[in-house]
Structures are given as structure tokens and as C-alpha cells.
């Protein structure tokens, strides 16, 4: 079983189930710290709506919002995308898997690794797809709760990994008044200024993915 495992038909399916091991392994223990690979990620990702009216076949498939209906179809905005990496590195890595053990048990012969890798591929798609939407019906819905990044102007974050300087961003965290926590890179406003690990600083702006930060000087703000 071990070689089956390690013959160069199956080394794709094989790396893939063991990013998928690792990528949960990550999410677990950045989770565990209070910062979540998901949350990272999603932080730094455009906002995209979930219930958009998704048509794959419309006549503006390859207009200026495909990008963005593609992401939805793969239920990105409604399932973190770190999960949804797993499906699809689960699907993809099982199918390719039981697709060469089959051949082998019935035609003697694995199916070269090209064409199984391709239907492994396309096997995984409608995996992520459906297993997204039945992993949706688990995330929080209440659109009460929802914050725009527009609002985070003003509000003070901590950092959280690294050291902020002007050219090199740093990893923050911020709690929004619903007791949410999201993760941002961000650098200061000021050339002369810079901020350690575990500092605290107030949003002034956004360039991109990137949020302008200024000194945090009043106690009333950090409490």
C-alpha cells in the first residue's frame, strides 16, 4: 500500500492530501494563537457578495464582473477560503487516488499522470462547489454583524507579527464592536514613524490591501 502511495502515478494526489494535512494543521494552530490562517487570508480580499445571481452562461460571461461571479460560484465570500482549499485539495488528491487504484486493479496499468491529474481537476471542481455550500449553511449569516472594511478607518489595531515601517508592512489584528476579529497588513502614515510587536495604532487610510497607520497616543482609545 505504501508504494501504491509513493509510485510516481499518484505523486500529484499524494502532495495534494499532504498540503491539505498541513494546511489544516496551520489553521488549527493559528487558530488556537488567535489568528486564524482563514481570517488572514479573507482580511485581505476583496469584499464579495455572497448571493450574487451567478450565470456561467450569460451573455456577460466575460464581462467585467466574471472575476468577481467565479469567486462567488466557488463560494468564496461565503466560506473561508483556507476551507475551501482543503475540499479542493481533498477532492482532488482522493479522486486521483481512486482513479489510479481502479485502473490498476482493472486494466493492470495506471492512467498516465497527465490525464489523471486533468480528471482529477475536474472532479474536484463541482467537490468544492457542492461541499462549499454545505459548509455555508454553517457560517455565521446575520448580516447584523457585518463590517465593512470602509468602517475600519479610525479604529485601533494592535500589531501582531512583525515590525511596521513605511515600505514594509506589518501583520495586525483589529476587534470590531461585534466582537469579530480581522487581520490586516498594515504600515505607518509617517516616514519617521515605525511600530514593534504588540503596539498599538490607529487606521488613518488604506492604499490597496495595505492600512496607513498613525501613533496611538490617547489611553481612552486603547482601553
Avoid at 461585534?178 to 502614515?189: A, C, F, S
Avoid at 516616514?191 to 498613525?214: C, R, S
Wanted: hydrophobic share 50%; with cysteine; proline share 4%.
Amino acid at each position: 500500500m505504501v508504494d501504491f502511495f509513493l509510485s510516481p502515478a499518484n505523486t500529484p494526489f499524494t502532495i495534494a492530501l499532504g498540503l491539505m494535512i498541513s494546511f489544516t494543521l496551520i489553521e488549527v494552530v493559528t487558530a488556537s494563537m488567535g489568528m486564524g490562517l482563514s481570517d488572514m487570508i479573507d482580511s485581505m480580499l476583496p469584499e464579495i457578495d455572497a448571493d450574487i445571481d451567478l450565470d456561467m452562461d450569460g451573455a456577460d460571461a466575460s464581462g467585467p464582473g466574471s472575476v468577481t461571479k467565479l469567486l462567488a460560484w466557488f463560494r468564496i465570500g461565503e466560506v473561508p477560503v483556507v476551507m475551501l482549499l482543503i475540499v479542493f485539495l481533498t477532492g482532488f488528491g482522493l479522486s486521483g487516488l481512486i482513479l489510479q487504484y481502479l485502473a490498476v486493479s482493472i486494466i493492470q496499468m495506471a492512467v498516465p499522470v497527465s490525464l489523471a491529474a486533468l480528471a482529477a481537476f475536474l472532479t474536484a471542481i463541482p467537490i468544492v462547489r457542492i461541499c462549499g455550500g454545505v459548509l455555508g449553511k454553517f457560517m455565521p449569516k446575520d448580516e447584523t454583524y457585518a463590517v465593512s472594511e470602509k468602517s475600519f478607518q479610525g479604529k485601533v489595531v494592535t500589531i501582531t507579527l512583525g515590525e511596521a515601517r513605511v515600505g514594509k508592512p506589518a501583520q495586525a489584528k483589529l476587534t470590531d464592536q461585534h466582537g469579530q476579529t480581522h487581520y490586516m497588513m498594515v504600515e505607518p502614515d509617517e516616514d519617521n514613524q515605525q511600530f514593534a510587536q504588540g503596539d498599538k495604532a490607529i487606521i488613518v487610510g488604506q492604499a490597496g490591501a495595505i492600512y496607513k497607520i498613525i501613533g496611538c497616543t490617547s489611553a481612552a482609545l486603547t482601553d
